[in-house]
RNA sequence: GCCGAAGUGGCGGAACUGGCAGACGCGCACGACUCAAAAUCGUGUGGUCUUACGACCAUGUGGGUUCAAUUCCCACCUUCGGCACCA
């Protein structure tokens, strides 16, 4: 009898649930580490191979930082609420909580059947009255709070209100909605509605109408990173804009410091360089133009004020407000077309036509502020309404887009940076000096740009000003599956519930659908109102309003007095490493960000950042195998030999093939329509081809972890795993290579047991050999450990293995330590030999070895000499040896001799301890 | 178009700070055990030439720096990811 792997791995699993062995609590005389994956939507899929890849890796990270000495917070929990189970809901009419709930409970059991170290005590699940209680409350907390410039924080709303009370909305530098400025007296004389309407302008959380993005097909509005080319992210439904009132997040007003916090966290450099073009912060200057005739003003942004000379023309966006009032009216029918035929544009036609030019000219004239030139102002599409002010200065010379604009309509075209040819294309670089441009000539462009800034503050026709990419966030969605809004409205305007009024629940409704007027489902529900009635928000929250969070929840998941206590955020304060996707960069990552900096600023949380480090695990792809059916037949060529035959070649289930042969009885079996088939062989076996692809059930290629936890025991799972490659890469998966790890983990347990396996450890005292073999190899592992090589810690446990197993050495002075180091990996089989070894605790909580020095220094060092940089053969030496001693020796050898063929080295370099070149 | 990451045997990958390219594993070949198979164990395994000793070539391509380059620099090609009338 070999190991036996199900009924160990059963057995742990139950002792460690029964001991509650992964509980954790606050200790305070302990230094804490808080180790987080991405919250999973529990899909009904279920898990396949890929899903536990970043698991195992941060599991692995928390039992090491545990036998290391920390209090290691590793919860997990559910993103319960979101799309698929309410598109479920409504084609099957079970309701979303039911189907979410059966998930959950597959996700579970297909979790604890690889062995995680989770505290399942702290599970949270969004869907969970008791959990989205506290989204509520943020929400509140958000109502009520403005954003400060002057102090760059959150402050309490009424904090504004004191001050408008006092000296009316004078001074005010806050982030906010434009709207009419107005005295102490002004707003004392305001209705409610009137103040009311002039706080939404400031509120962190605020409802606006405003253009959103509308997807029809899913019945909701999306927020700008749920929105990809026009479609949806989920689904792939086209995208329209439509006017509509919803809620917003005031995330603009933290754009900076989102930006600025990117310097204090480690995250890889390319999901930092999404983050930062996502906010896109652009610096230059906004100036006004004045209309000819006309007492209107044109304010543009230009982050390339230097080149202002080069200004011909103007663009205004179709929907600027100033597009119709200066319109003359001998193009006033031109305009009104123009702008008809841009409403009507989808986004997605919208951004297909990007290339062509299209405008209107207006018939209007704006004074250039420096030269004093009429110059006219067209309309256009290229110009976004959304960005900037909504109009721009052209600059062909120096702009690409102006540039096709100018030549389209035959507009000039000046030159100011020199260093391209405009008569080819524009030159967009910001490296030149100016021409053409009065008081600025002769400068390099920053130069310039700084001089241009000076003379428009000092005429006072504009400023310096910073722009931000960044849009608020649409936190409405029209659906039924999400959390309610604590929201009711009295005369139209819109109130927070009393904080003792939450959670509030979400509403039973007869059907998951909108109401035949377009109410979105909420408005179904039976007395949708306050107890005084009035009527409840209809409107839910968007998914990452539960995911904003829910790692500060995990600190204290049971408290129903706070969303987190003081002292449980004081100890735990934030996520130290945090392993998921990279696909969350601009959503998930960015929101939490915010979220966790308004939590920050009103005193909630101690940490302004919310996950220190952070590691992205790179997607399991799928390898898919391939039959070769000849055309119009039901025969198929072994893949060598496709090229002599039309064939056509088609996905067959991963399952069925073994090192890309076939399975033919299970190929006839595995569909009716190929009972019949033919095969044509090559030595006498059926070859499929390959190729790598997304893992997904249309390609055959999906991999269950339960069928190899089955087959080969989850400890080998977890190992190979790891085995793959770089926890961060891109890989395929192919199962083939398990068998290695597999005959590891048996290699492991033989060398605790005898040839009829019996246990059999002795108490002898090992060999220097031995102690080298086992302090390197603890060595190597830690190292690799901290800079998240799994991979590699994974061979060199291989290597100590076979080394050990070469030496037949089979004592406890050995096998101890290196029990203790494999456990994070392999749990299981670890646990049962620290067991068999007399231990009567668990190895979860046994100290990590430490290295002996002497054990890993070598006293002996085999030397490659090297001829010209080619290494010819090696010569040990002692480790210590002098670096004259070293070349000494080595000149002396015969082989040194050969080399030199009579002639003297020219120059010998010894790098001691690693290398020997001769340059001959 | 812009930004980021990556290109190493038949395959996954290793080489951490410029210092023996290919660790470890898969696959493959041969051998041992076996009546046989599976399992297990052993040996070999980048390419070309050579009976052999060995020599030469080789980390996407082409240059460069260096005693020495998978690693640093420049140009280009390919793949993947992100952004894209953002003024």
């Known amino acids: 009898m070999e190991y036996n792997f ?22 305070k005389d302990k230094p804490k580490f808080y180790v987080l994956d991405m919250f999973p939507y529990p899909s009904g899929a279920g898990l396949h191979v890929g899903h536990p890849l970043g698991y195992i890796a941060s599991d692995i990270y928390s039992r090491y930082k545990r036998q290391k000495g920390y209090n290691v917070l590793h919860p997990m929990g559910y993103d319960a609420y979101g799309l698929p189970a309410e598109q479920y809901a409504i084609q099957t009419g079970q309701h979303p909580a039911t189907t979410t709930e059966r998930n959950i409970a597959r996700y579970r059991q297909q979790l604890d059947k690889i062995g995680f170290s989770y505290d399942w005590d702290r599970e949270v699940r969004t869907c969970e009255p008791e959990y989205y209680k506290w989204t509520q409350w943020t929400f509140i907390q958000l109502y009520k709070s403005w954003f400060n410039k002057k102090t760059n924080k959150a402050e309490n709303i009424n904090v504004l209100v004191d001050y408008f009370n006092e000296n009316g909305s004078v001074n005010i530098d806050a982030a906010c909605a434009e709207h009419e400025p107005f005295s102490a007296n002004d707003w004392k004389n305001m209705s409610e509605a009137e103040q009311q309407s002039i706080l939404m302008n400031y509120r962190l959380a605020y409802l606006s109408e405003t253009h959103v993005n509308w997807c029809p097909a899913l019945g909701t509005v999306l927020a700008n990173d749920e929105v990809k080319e026009g479609f949806s992210v989920r689904g792939n439904h086209p995208v329209e804009r439509k006017k509509m009132n919803q809620w917003f997040l005031r995330i603009t007003a933290y754009s900076e410091r989102l930006l600025d916090g990117l310097d204090k966290i480690e995250w890889s450099d390319s999901l930092k360089e999404i983050q930062k073009n996502w906010i896109g912060k652009s610096e230059g200057a906004s100036v006004l133009f004045k209309v000819k005739d006309f007492e209107f003003n044109i304010e543009i942004f230009t982050s390339r004020p230097d080149t202002i000379f080069g200004a011909t023309f103007m663009v205004l966006a179709p929907e600027h407000e100033l597009t119709l009032k200066i319109t003359t009216k001998e193009f006033e029918n031109q305009v009104l077309s ?38 006219p102002v067209y309309i256009s599409d290229y110009v976004l309404a959304g960005y900037g002010t909504g109009a721009i200065m052209a600059v062909p010379a120096h702009d690409s887009r102006d540039y096709d604009f100018a030549k389209h309509f035959k507009l000039p075209i000046i030159e100011v940076v020199s260093g391209g040819n405009i008569e080819v294309e524009s030159y967009d670089a910001k490296e030149g000096k100016l021409i053409n441009s009065d008081f600025i000539n002769g400068l390099e462009v920053k130069d310039a740009i700084s001089k241009v800034l000076l003379k428009i503050e000092e005429v006072g026709i504009g400023k310096k000003q910073i722009n931000y990419r960044l849009r608020d966030a649409i936190f409405s969605r029209q659906r039924y599956w999400g959390e309610p809004f604590p929201v009711f409205y009295k005369n139209g305007i819109p109130y927070v519930l009393d904080e003792d009024k939450l959670p509030l629940e979400l509403p039973a409704v007869d059907a998951y659908l909108p109401t035949e007027s377009g109410q979105p489902p909420l408005a179904r529900a039976k007395n949708w109102q306050t107890s005084d009635g009035y009527p409840l928000e209809c409107n839910t929250m968007p998914g990452f309003a539960g995911s904003s969070a829910y790692y500060i929840r995990y600190m204290d998941p049971r408290n129903n007095k706070a969303l987190v206590a003081k002292d449980a955020v004081e100890y735990w304060r934030n996520v130290d490493l945090y392993i998921g996707g990279a696909e969350h960069a601009t959503g998930h990552l960015i929101y939490a960000r915010f979220w966790n900096k308004f939590l920050f600023d009103i005193g909630l949380v101690v940490e302004d950042e919310p996950f220190k480090k952070l590691i992205n695990q790179g997607m399991i792809q799928g390898r898919s195998s391939f039959v070769y059916r000849v055309k119009g037949s039901n025969k198929f060529v072994s893949y060598n030999l496709r090229k002599d035959f039309d064939t056509m070649p088609i996905h067959v289930d991963v399952y069925i093939v073994h090192n890309d042969i076939l399975d033919v009885e299970a190929f006839r079996n595995w569909n009716a329509e190929y009972k019949t088939a033919e095969f044509v062989l090559e030595n006498g076996n059926y070859v499929c081809g390959w190729e790598v692809e997304k893992m997904s059930k249309s390609f055959h290629n999906v991999v ?7 087959k080969y025991g989850a400890d080998t799972l977890r190992l190979y795993e790891m085995f793959l490659g770089p926890i961060e890469q891109a890989k395929p998966w192919d199962t083939n290579g398990i068998e290695g790890v597999f005959r590891f983990i048996r290699k492991l347990w033989r060398l605790f047991h005898s040839r009829d396996n019996n246990f059999e450890v002795t108490e002898e005292k090992p060999t220097d050999a031995e102690f080298k073999i086992l302090h390197k190899t603890i060595k190597k592992i830690s190292e690799d450990i901290e800079r998240f090589s799994f991979n590699t810690s994974v061979s060199a446990f291989m290597v100590c293995v076979n080394e050990l197993t070469d030496l037949k050495c089979n004592k406890r002075e050995i096998l101890q330590p290196l029990v203790v180091t494999l456990s994070s990996f392999a749990p299981h089989i670890c646990e049962e030999l620290w067991h068999l070894l007399g231990n009567e605790t668990s190895v979860v909580n046994a100290k990590f070895p430490d290295v002996i020095q002497k054990y890993v220094e070598d006293d002996v060092k085999v030397y490659p000499v090297s001829f010209n940089g080619k290494m010819r053969f090696t010569i040990e030496l002692p480790a210590n040896m002098k670096p004259s001693e070293v070349e000494a020796e080595v000149l002396k050898t015969k082989d040194a001799e050969k080399y030199l063929q009579g002639n003297k080295p020219k120059k010998v370099i010894v790098v001691p301890g690693k290398i020997v070149n001769i340059v001959v």
Do not use: M
């Open 338 to 375: 123009y702008i008809n035929e841009a409403k009507k544009k989808s986004e997605r036609e919208r951004i297909s036509e990007v290339k062509k030019v299209s405008g209107q000219f207006t018939g209007a004239y704006c004074i250039h502020p420096f030269t004093g030139e009429n110059i």
């Open 6 to 27: 199900n009924e160990v791995e059963a057995k742990w699993q139950k002792i460690w649930k029964e001991n509650k062995t992964y509980s954790v609590k606050v200790e």
């Open 704 to 710: 269950n972890p339960d069928d190899l936890i089955e």
